[in-house]
Structure formats: C-alpha cells, structure tokens
C-alpha cells in the first residue's frame, strides 16, 4: 500500500485569519513582498465542519506563529513556524489533525507546507480558544499566558454600515485558490512563545475560509 493510499479521505471547511507585522493591507496577500521585507504573525484556524475518514474534527481550533524573510509566494529564507493544536481532541482526532496541518494528508496544506518549508520550533497541543463573528465583524484567538490576536473588520467614512471590505480571487490566498479575503485591522497581536516575542496592535489583520480536502 501506498503512502498516499493509507490516507483516507478527508474535507475540512471553516475560518482562517491572522494578524501579522505588515501595513494594511498585507502585501502578502497580493503576492507581494512584506511591507517590511519580513513578517511575523498569528495565523488561525477554526474547523466548523470536518471529517478524516471516520473522524469527526468538528470544532476543533488550530494556532501558528510564524515568520519569514523576502516574498513568501517567491523567494524567501529563514522560514519559522510553531504549531499549537487543539487539546480537546481526542487520540485519533490529534493523529488527523497533525497529517493535515503537516502536509502529510495532501490537499492544499501539502502545498503550503512544501513552498514555506519551515524549521519547526515547537509542536504542542494546547487551550487554544477561536472565534469568529458571524457577520464577520471580528475574529480573535488566544493560548492563555502566551498568544492573543484579536482584529476588527476594516471600516471607513464612506464604508456601508454593515458591509465588509474584501477582495475576490487574491493572487496570494493564504488558504488556497478562488477565495474572498475579508480585510481587518489588528486590535491586539502579542506573542512570547518558542522565541517568538512581539506586542503590536493597529497593523494588518485578515479573514479568509477554507475548504480542503485529500489527499489528492
């Protein structure tokens, strides 16, 4: 049996965000080299729904720290990444959780983990809390004592009450092709944690689902 064929089917749909070092709005999402030539940021995922054969992943919250140099789409270095998943799953939920989000599953995280190839600083699973406003007025995450990202949807003079700033079919979707970017601004972004130390509010924050599915 193949490696690829010992991996069943599986399909996961819900919310990614993150809140990161860039201006709004974050270049990276147009393909484009961080504001600062680097970023730092908190990346986000909340399972509304999902399944790896059997297994139910229902509400199950992912985290990562993460951090680069030069276009993440294009040439880039010093790739870092810490991985903290949910501690409510069970065994087999953890084993599912950790072939998706490692790339080993295939789908759209294999591609993602093949083009940043990061050094993995820390793999743990913790108490990590996400939540998402229905009308995507906000989104915020938190690991008691070492990550709090919270952001705020965009929002200006001439902004329809209600509405949402967003972008169609990005060129750099972090969360894989033909999705709509909902823009956000950081009202918190505070990290200490496996050598990842920032505080900043006010920059670049952002809303993206995600429907995946493997391992093809």
């Not at 999902?50 to 993440?72: A, E, H, K, P, Q």
């Not at 069970?90 to 940043?116: N, T, Y």
């Not at 700033?165 to 970017?181: F, K, L, M, S």
């Amino acid at each position: 049996m193949t490696e690829t064929a010992a991996i069943p089917q599986w399909h996961v749909v819900g919310d990614w965000f993150d809140v990161c070092k860039c201006s709004i709005p974050c270049p990276c999402t147009y393909a484009q080299p961080p504001t600062f030539g680097d970023c730092d940021g908190v990346l986000a995922w909340r399972i509304r729904e999902g399944r790896y054969g059997d297994v139910s992943l229902d509400g199950l919250n992912v985290l990562m720290l993460g951090s680069f140099v030069g276009n993440v789409w294009g040439e880039h270095s010093d790739s870092y990444a810490a991985v903290f998943l949910d501690e409510r799953a069970d065994d087999s939920q953890r084993g599912a959780l950790g072939k998706i989000f490692g790339g080993e599953a295939g789908g759209w995280p294999a591609r993602l983990v093949e083009m940043l190839a990061p050094e993995i600083r820390g793999l743990e699973f913790s108490p990590i809390t996400i939540s998402v406003d229905d009308d995507l007025a906000g989104w915020r995450a938190e690991l008691p004592g070492r990550i709090v990202a919270r952001g705020e949807a965009l929002t200006g003079p001439t902004t329809p009450e209600g509405a949402r700033v967003r972008t169609i079919n990005p060129p750099g979707a972090e969360t894989g092709p033909g999705q709509i970017v909902t823009w956000g601004r950081a009202l918190a972004d505070q990290v200490d944690a496996y050598g990842f130390t920032w505080d900043w509010e006010g920059r670049s924050s952002k809303h993206i689902p995600f429907d995946w599915s493997g391992p093809g």
